[in-house]
């Protein structure tokens, strides 16, 4: 008789705040429209038969069984079958949850491929079967599938688990403003505030919007032109000193976004405004 025992170690895993949304199997029968589409989770995606692309605005994958595509909130999406075969996957929706991958910009999908891993399509198997019984514990069950397949993700791809909790957000929303209206002046892209925030972009730019009213450009925007408003009318620098300082690249589009905002020119407004102190 033989005997290994092997002791449990306390484990320094973060929390990963995953919640399950919903668990889904599709089949295309081709009788389905590929329409783009968003969601404000994100979305697992795992094909079990068939072959076809998943496409986003302005990129097209092929995929085939055994390959998982990781769609972050709000970007756009769309699968479809290729002619002559049907694409048959499974759809899990997590909410709470992203993913970044080392060396590739915060926020967009992720493709692996698990097809000499049959585990896998075990979990989404059990996932379904446990959603369909609605048994006592089905819920917790599922639940706990699902951290599991994170963490084979976690272990197989290197990703990085991103907690997209609303305290989060909401922190990470008044980082933003902050930065924006202590950085105005410097070169601020979406990009560069994904890098920033580790947020995916549509996220971003969502939950700003919801946060300020106004989306991260705007608000941008908005802060460079109080700014030029202010040395307009407080100080004797040029328009073009003004754009310089405000962050525009230029004269003539600062002068453009000025008068898109105020409707008079820089030169106009400086004018009447000095005017109206005298």
């Known amino acids: 008789m033989s005997h290994r025992q092997y002791l449990i170690q306390s484990s320094d895993i973060q929390n990963l705040n995953a919640r399950l949304i919903s668990v889904a199997l599709s089949k295309d029968e081709m009788d389905w429209h ?38 972050p909130p709000y970007v756009e999406h769309t699968e479809q079958s290729i002619p002559g075969t049907s694409l048959e996957y499974y759809v899990i929706g997590v909410d709470g949850l992203s993913f970044h991958s080392d060396g590739r910009q915060p926020g967009v999908q992720l493709f692996m491929s698990f097809r000499n891993d049959p ?84 996220y971003l730019v969502h939950s700003f919007t919801k946060y300020t009213g106004y989306s991260p450009i705007q608000y941008l925007n908005m802060c460079r032109m109080r700014m030029a408003c202010s ?31 105020y409707g008079i020119s820089p030169i106009k407004y400086r004018k009447e405004h000095t005017t109206q102190k005298s």
Not at 42 to 55: A, D, I, M, Q
């Open 119 to 202: 585990f896998i399509a075990s979990i989404f198997s059990q996932m379904l079967y446990e959603m369909k019984q609605d048994k006592y514990g089905s819920e917790q069950i599922c639940q706990n599938l699902l951290e599991i397949l994170i963490l084979r993700m976690i272990r197989r791809e290197n990703i990085v688990p991103i907690v997209m909790d609303s305290a989060r957000i909401t922190k990470e929303c008044a980082h933003i403003k902050e930065y924006l209206d202590t950085n105005y002046a410097e070169t601020i892209t979406l990009d560069s505030l994904t890098r920033l925030t580790h947020m995916n972009k549509y």
């Open 34 to 71: 590929s329409t783009f589409h968003t969601h404000h989770f994100t979305e697992l995606f795992f094909v079990v038969n068939g072959k076809g692309s998943f496409l986003f605005r302005e990129e097209s994958y092929p995929i085939q069984e055994g390959d998982f595509v990781v769609i």
């Open 231 to 261: 040395l307009l009318t407080t100080s004797d620098f040029s328009i073009s000193s003004i754009a310089s300082l405000v962050g525009f690249s230029s004269q003539s589009y600062f002068a453009q976004a000025f008068r898109k905002s």
